[in-house]
């Protein structure tokens, strides 16, 4: 009997030790734009401190900004405990940007951390050339090494979405992929990738002249995308910055 005992605490151990492991794998690796997978605290340590605050409520969609030292209003506004985002304006080669930081809620070590899962670079006030985006957006530069870029059309918006996905998977793109984006177990190629939305009425001949209105920094997949191509008219292209 406490030999059966002794072994069934071995085996529980030798278990904790693998799910101990296997959940911090991830925490090694890093993906190229430098800041999807960081907790927000290694993005205030990187960005400094956000000058707003920014909540939204789903289904109805309704968002709140407000400045740091109002979170308690934001809080009050929602009727649970929504995830806070962090909202950066940043100035770069004369051209003003918003950063929305994206949240979601991840487990670490046994506890609860809020990891980026994606974020959003808004240029819609200075629009700018397919081509020139990496000069103002540095985290866009793999986006130039991407050899599956898909064209979708958002009819709702009269928008053309490029996804420009990149070659590399790691632990730290499976673990965010699986956890935010699709919970699909057959998904395995999670990878970092952009959503490039275009301005209304840019043509369907995409070059890198297109005028840019926003970036989204996610993690997608070729997979992910074929599950969702009869909706968004998917279609794979060369890659217009090559």
């Known amino acids: 009997m406490g030999g059966k005992f002794r072994l069934a605490l071995l085996f529980s151990g030798l278990l904790s030790v693998s799910l101990f492991q296997n959940n911090n794998l991830y925490a090694k690796d890093?993906?190229?734009d430098g800041i999807i997978g960081l907790t927000k605290e290694e993005v205030r340590e990187k960005l400094g401190k956000p000058p707003f605050l920014y909540c939204e409520e789903e289904?109805?969609?309704?968002?709140v900004i407000v400045k740091p030292e109002n979170e308690s209003l934001l809080r009050a506004t929602f009727l649970y405990d929504v995830i806070i985002h962090d909202l950066y304006t940043i100035k770069r080669d004369g051209s003003s940007l918003e950063y929305r930081i994206?949240?979601?809620e991840d487990v670490a070590d046994g506890e609860k951390v809020q990891r980026v899962k994606e974020y959003s670079v808004n240029l819609s006030d200075n629009p700018v050339p397919l081509g020139k985006v990496a000069e103002i957006v540095p985290e866009f530069k793999p986006a130039y090494?991407?050899?599956k870029v898909y064209q979708e059309r958002l009819l709702s918006l009269n928008t053309i979405r490029?996804?420009?996905v990149t070659p590399e998977t790691n632990e730290l793109s499976k673990h965010l992929g699986s956890l935010f984006v699709d919970l699909d177990k057959d998904i395995q190629d999670w990878a970092l990738s952009y959503d490039v939305?275009?301005?209304a009425g840019e043509p369907?001949?995409?070059s890198a002249n297109s005028m840019v209105k926003e970036v989204v920094v996610a993690i997608d997949g070729e997979y992910r995308i074929g599950?969702?191509?009869n909706v968004f008219g998917s279609k794979l292209i060369k890659n217009p910055l090559q």
Request: charged share 25%.
């Open 227 to 229: 599950k969702t191509s």
């Open 145 to 147: 090494k991407s050899a």
């Open 162 to 164: 490029l996804i420009f």
């Open 197 to 199: 939305m275009l301005c």
């Open 59 to 63: 289904p109805y969609r309704r968002y």
């Open 204 to 206: 369907e001949n995409v």
């Open 102 to 104: 994206y949240y979601g």
């Open 30 to 32: 890093t993906l190229e």
